[in-house]
């Protein structure tokens, strides 16, 4: 008779990671719009990301049972957020389903917790996929008009790390910058579109009236 053996369980206790700390970010594969070294887009006021992992199986039933093997990935990512004028985001989703081009998207989780140092720099962990816009449907009623899409991925989310620096992680996380009193003119929002465009050395803003 076999001695029982306990191996022991395994277990963790901590917060959640929550989901305003996850971002998505897309980028167009038009090599006019987006060359080599082009920066990652951010959808501006991201309201909700759905990452699904899914797929079909071979399910069949034999006089021996059931058999069940892997099949296909079906992986998608679908993103909801407000539409602000200057936002290029909407752009590249609307011409990817217009003209049948893939874009690039990233899922990036943006928890300390989780980061690792890469010189002057940290890097969070990342799903990326190329996907096809199946579609997008914008919503223009009482209140802010919104864009929702879904990007089913060709062949599966694959992991990694996204570098991001402190600096873009707090731009990320604040709606506006301090400012002393006569270093800008006029309100937030003015009707000016602002677009940031970070490195992990540099800040470029330009406003267009």
């Not at 963790?12 to 700390?21: I, L, N, W």
Request: net charge negative; charged share 25%; aromatic share 8%.
């Amino acid at each position: 008779m076999a001695v029982p053996v306990n191996n022991g369980i395994k277990y963790v206790k901590d917060t959640p990671y929550r989901g305003k700390d996850v971002w998505y970010f897309i980028q167009s594969t038009d090599p006019k719009v987006a060359p080599i070294g082009s920066p990652a887009i951010l959808p501006a006021h991201q309201e909700s990301g759905d990452t699904s992992i899914e797929g079909d199986s071979l399910d069949e039933q034999t006089k021996m049972g059931r058999v069940v093997a892997a099949s296909t990935n079906e992986d998608s990512i679908e993103l909801t957020s407000y539409m602000v004028p200057g936002d290029t985001a909407n752009d590249i989703i609307i011409d990817a389903k217009h003209n049948g081009r893939e874009v690039k998207v990233w899922r990036v989780i943006v928890d300390p917790r989780l980061a690792v140092v890469e010189g002057d720099h940290k890097a969070y962990p990342a799903m990326f996929g190329y996907g096809i816009v199946d579609s997008a449907d914008i919503s223009d009623e009482d209140s802010f008009s919104e864009i929702d899409y879904t990007v089913n991925i060709i062949g599966k989310l694959v992991e990694g790390t996204f570098p991001l620096s402190d600096a873009q992680v707090a731009a990320l996380q604040e709606l506006y910058d301090f400012e002393r009193p006569g270093e800008k003119q006029g309100e937030f929002a003015d009707g000016a579109v602002t677009t940031t465009t970070t490195s992990s050395t540099t800040t470029t803003t330009t406003s267009h009236a």
